[in-house]
């Protein structure tokens, strides 16, 4: 079955596979894979893009990193099999469900993530009980980071593509 580690070795395989420097994007959950592939081969990434994302420390996993609320979410997605938490019926219908194990594995980063020279955080403002806002504020006022606020849900992709889009490719 997938865990953290799964996904993080399949992104760091993607890297090691590409000629040069890459910006890695992590989407919610996404945030501890990308976080970990920056850990195991930070010289060959030029950004990091963290998009309402987690933004682990060794030993965080998403469980610990979430809210109640959330939590409480992902222990009723996972109420049919005990394995692969459901999603919510207002998301893409072509998402599928989520190993569960990959909220509750701790993460484990040597801080070489931390040598990527531009880490930014986009952070979906326009959602009510989002677990990103204190994150967000936090990177605000960190040097090394870049923040930017959009007014939309937590899908920035489908709700706000062009303005991802323009950080995106100013990471470049």
Known sequence: MANLETHIGEVVSAVKSQQGDVVLVGQSYGGMVVSGAADAAPSQIRALVYVDA???DTGDS???LTTPRFRDLFVAGARA??????????????????PMGTFLQSINLSGRW?????????????WEGSPFL?????LSGEP?????AL??????ARLQPEALAEIL???V
């Open 169 to 171: 490719l100013a990471q």
């Open 151 to 156: 007014d939309c849900g937590h899908n920035v």
């Open 54 to 56: 987690y933004v682990p």
């Open 81 to 98: 099999d005990g394995l692969n938490c459901a999603l919510p019926p207002t998301l893409d219908p072509r998402c599928r469900p989520h």
């Open 114 to 126: 931390r040598e990527v020279p531009r880490k930014t955080f986009v952070g979906a403002h326009g």
């Open 144 to 148: 090394e980071w870049s923040t930017f």
């Open 62 to 64: 998403v469980w610990s």
């Open 134 to 138: 204190d994150l967000y504020q936090r």
